[in-house]
């Protein structure tokens, strides 16, 4: 499966975004620019990544950087699908 169609899945199903989730592109922002995207949601979110990839992720793994696009969150996932 497509990373960033892994990505979009998560993105949806974990802020449940519905619709609004299919007009994402690499660009969009979501730390800060999502009212539905807080520090709960990353926890959930990398949770979603360790189940949709079957890889662990360690602490180190995590920073703010992941999370400023969808593009940087989709390369994340990418890596953790290979």
Same mark, same amino acid.
């Given at each position: /499966?497509d990373?960033?169609e892994?990505t ?5 199903s974990?802020?449940?975004?519905? #619709?609004?989730? &299919? ?5 969009t %922002?979501? /730390?800060?620019?999502?009212? #539905?995207? !807080?520090s709960?949601?990353?926890v959930s979110?990398?949770?979603? +990544?360790? #189940? ?6 360690? &602490? &180190?793994?995590?920073?703010? &950087?992941?999370?400023?696009? +969808?593009?940087a969150?989709?390369d994340? +996932?990418a !890596?953790? /699908? %290979?």
């Open positions: /499966m990373p960033f892994v979009i899945e998560i993105l949806r974990n802020l449940q975004l519905g #619709e609004r989730a &299919d007009q994402f592109s690499r660009d %922002a979501l /730390m800060g620019a999502l009212p #539905e995207f !807080n709960l949601t990353v979110l990398i949770t979603a +990544v360790e #189940e949709q990839t079957g890889s662990p992720v360690a &602490d &180190d793994e995590i920073s703010a &950087d992941i999370f400023e696009t +969808v593009g969150f989709s994340f +996932v !890596n953790k /699908m %290979a």
